[in-house]
């Protein structure tokens, strides 16, 4: 489902990784404290420091989780995953309105077109023979597209999509600063990924 590059400091190497093990990785690098950085593409950015033992310097090492499937969700997109997120059960049914299948979501109805590039993206798994459900890019997209970065022209003041504003006397502190608002972010987002969820994803 990823592409896995991690950066060492020295090296650069790259492999697969499925869900379960992105899932690992997250809540690894949560227990740990490390930075996690979702994208809006559905990957996530791992971070954290080191002191190389060589030259006795803090570096930073990270391992980047890229969607093997390219996502590029509109803002329709993430509106259907919104709704999908609400509600407990999901399912790819037959409609009497469309030749082609439906996403059932409660009461809504997403149509086969917008349906398709959820699917096409990688946002969605039958999870059975019928019920669908969100996979992990799809959350890492969700919450990402809740904090967007916007920036002053000085770029001293930053906001977050979420309401927050960070105001420094530089670049380099709103830098910071939004990067500290993010790794919270991310640490939350992992911690509230459930049981149910879990076990989902493992069972792949």
Known sequence: ?????VDSGSSITTGNASEPHALLLLRRACNRGYAIEPQRTGGAVIRWRRTDPATR???VRSITLTPRVPADPSDCDLSNLRVIASVPVVRLVDSERYTMPVIAAGSYEIPPSQADRLLMQGFLLNSDDEHLRLTLPARLSLVAAKHQRM???????AWCSCGLAVHAKNAEQADARQAAHL???GADFVQSLDAAFTAAVTSV
Not at 1 to 5: A, G, K, R, S, W
Not at 151 to 157: I, K
């Open 151 to 157: 920036d002053s022209s000085d770029r001293t003041t």
């Open 183 to 185: 790794a919270a972010v």
């Open 57 to 59: 310097a803090r570096v």
């Open 1 to 5: 489902m990823f592409t896995e590059t």
